[in-house]
């Protein structure tokens, strides 16, 4: 392990925007722990001259436990953490009115109580230390009420008020937390739940993005990077989305 090499820390690498942010941090001199690593990647990192420690089990963090497992990997091995971000939910669809409490906790679990946990675990050696970077992934559903999604859209609102609220408490530590969230991404579970792996339905749901077409995940992981990378350490209490003119 280099000294010049800043330390992150990412929840999944098992899906969606996990493996991408990994492979960009590493480019960007950074040593990476990454929970529930998939196939392959730890090895790939190491191969782009990252140390990487692959933490399993970890990546839905609906328990405190999860997220400590993953800051005490990163302070043992590496003495503190630059940036962390992490990625959560369940896309739960239909209506108000026909959900159920079954739906509105698998949502509240998912979307609230993960960067919940994520925060308590990541801030404190951060506010020790003086300095680090937290980025909460949530989605451009929890900007405007969302047909479809109502209990999904307003618990990620409440996320991104989480964070904002956190960033509140953190700035004058030198910390800095921000949130970004997605919606119309090219990845398998948004697919899925918006019925887009019909091509005819793809076409209507890429009409309703001003863009005309979905977001990729490394496109996403390129826009996460100043929220994490060190470049940019004067940005802190911010909500910005990533859905093609969307929101």
């Not at 496109?219 to 910005?240: H, I, R, W, Y």
Request: hydrophobic letters at 40%; proline letters at 6%; one cysteine or more.
């Amino acid at each position: 392990m280099s000294e010049s090499r800043r330390i992150a820390v990412i929840n999944d690498g098992s899906f969606y925007v996990g493996p991408p942010l990994a492979r960009f941090l590493a480019q960007r001199g950074h040593d990476i722990v990454v929970g529930d690593p998939a196939p392959g990647l730890i090895e790939e990192l190491e191969a782009m001259g990252a140390s990487a420690i692959g933490v399993e089990g970890v990546r839905n963090l609906r328990t405190p436990q999860e997220a400590h497992a993953l800051v005490d990997a990163a302070l043992s091995a590496f003495g503190h953490i630059d940036c962390a971000v992490m990625a959560s939910g369940a896309i739960v669809t239909g209506s108000t009115i026909k959900s159920t409490r079954e739906d509105l906790d698998k949502v509240y679990q998912g979307c609230m109580v993960a960067p919940y946990e994520f925060l308590k675990a990541v801030l404190p050696p951060m506010k020790e230390r003086g300095e680090g970077q937290v980025l909460i992934i949530t989605s451009a559903s929890g900007a405007r009420p969302t047909p479809g999604a109502p209990l999904y859209s307003s618990m990620r609102a409440g996320a991104s008020m989480l964070a904002k609220n956190a960033a509140g408490e953190m700035a004058r530590f030198g910390v800095q937390v921000n949130a970004v969230g997605t919606n119309f991404m090219d990845f398998p579970e948004f697919l899925r739940a918006s019925g887009a792996n019909d091509p005819e339905v793809r076409k209507k749901i890429e009409s309703q993005v001003p863009l005309g077409r979905l977001g990729t995940l490394d496109e996403f992981a390129s826009f996460c990077m100043p929220f994490l990378d060190g470049t940019s350490k004067f940005v802190t209490n911010q909500f910005v989305t990533f859905s093609g003119g969307w929101s």
